[in-house]
């Protein structure tokens, strides 16, 4: 685990103390652009170690089974857009094209809404620049099928599998991430009763 971790850990603790210690020096006179700019690597550091550490406890809770649900109706378009909300998508432009008939959706929101934000943020690290990831929702009968659909290199399907284990990584190393958000969409998905496939 600390080995798998370390990395993601430290860069963004030693990017935040950088821009602390820089914005803390009196002997120097910040323009307001740097200042802004040294708020936002704060901020945006910030934000990358808290999804870490979600996923992190979001992963031992399903490991050791404990894990519980709070259901409620909500709609999937409260789900997606709050999902969408607490995400850095990195100038990636997001598509969504949900049906507004759809029926609610009887689940936990906030479990929802971790495996949908992981899944978006899995699609945004991996699509081209100039491609955007679209978001779908549909039903049939009491069904509800949720996509998220991107234009990166694809998953071989003899490994579709693997990227669902915990801190696996596939590629050549430039897309950065634990390996833990596909996994812990998934285990959350499987207790929320629903399926997690690759196409």
């Known amino acids: 685990l600390l080995a798998a971790v370390s990395h993601d850990l430290r860069t963004p603790l030693a990017a935040i103390k950088a821009s602390v210690s820089s914005l803390r020096q009196d002997e120097i006179e910040w323009t307001d652009d740097l200042e802004e700019e040294f708020l936002a690597t704060i901020e945006g550091q910030t934000d990358r170690l808290t999804d870490l ?3 992190l406890l979001g992963m031992s809770r399903i490991q050791s089974g404990a894990v519980q649900l709070s259901r409620r ?3 999937v378009d409260e789900v997606v ?4 909300a607490g995400l ?3 100038g990636v432009e997001l598509i969504v094209d949900i049906d507004e008939q759809l029926a609610p959706w009887h689940v936990d929101p906030a479990l929802a809404e971790r495996v949908v934000a992981n899944l978006i943020d899995n699609a945004a690290k991996w699509s081209p620049k100039d491609e955007g990831v679209r978001i779908t929702a549909t039903s049939t009968g009491e069904d509800i099928t949720l996509a998220v659909i991107d234009r990166g290199p694809g998953i071989p399907a003899d490994r579709r599998d693997d990227v669902f284990e915990p801190f696996q990584r596939l590629g050549d190393g430039t897309v950065g991430g634990t390996g833990l958000g596909l996994a812990v969409a998934r285990g959350l998905t499987n207790v929320l009763g629903g399926r997690l496939e690759i196409h």
């Open 81 to 84: 857009s709050a999902a969408i």
């Open 73 to 75: 109706d909500v709609g």
């Open 88 to 90: 850095d998508l990195s």
């Open 53 to 55: 550490v979600s996923n």
